[in-house]
């Protein structure tokens, strides 16, 4: 099944994906709007021919862009990405929500299986290892910069 990428206006993605869902037309599959992607909007339909029609009547809707895709070239859009990608062992990170919002810590140990992430506060007298969440963390430097 083909997929068409649908080029919106910016912020209205998900605007645009949910007009074209309620359209309710046989033709049309699925809709995708990821966060990662600004701006478009993916369509999974029997023809661009269709999705033309429906655009028609959907504001904030530009065009399609020219050409097809294939399921598998959107897949990656369809898992999340866990929020502790991107962090390693020693990075200094900032915690941004909990309790100790605000503090600098290092980071000890990386759980990906349970998006967690193992710290050391820097300012604690003794040093106390504190487990959280990774989206309550900011990465400030990273020894593999």
Excluded at 4 to 29: G, L, W
Excluded at 68 to 88: C, T
Excluded at 136 to 145: A, G, K, N, T
């Amino acid at each position: 099944m083909p997929v068409y990428a649908v080029k919106t206006t910016a912020s209205q993605e998900r605007t645009v994906a949910d007009m074209i869902v309620n359209r309710e037309q046989p033709e049309i599959h699925a809709v995708l709007a990821p966060d990662s992607l600004t701006s478009y909007v993916m369509v999974e339909a029997d023809d661009h021919a269709i999705i033309e029609r429906v655009l028609d009547e959907i504001p904030h809707a530009r065009s399609i862009v020219p050409g097809q895709s294939s399921l598998a070239e959107v897949e990656h859009f369809l898992s999340p990405k866990p929020d502790v990608e991107g962090i390693a062992e020693g990075d200094i990170i900032e915690l941004i929500a909990g309790p100790f919002k605000g503090e600098k810590a290092q980071v000890q140990r990386i759980d990906e299986g349970k998006d967690q992430v193992t710290v050391e506060l820097y300012e604690a007298t003794v040093p106390i290892p504190v487990t959280v969440r990774g989206d309550q963390i900011r990465v400030l430097d990273s020894e593999e910069r």
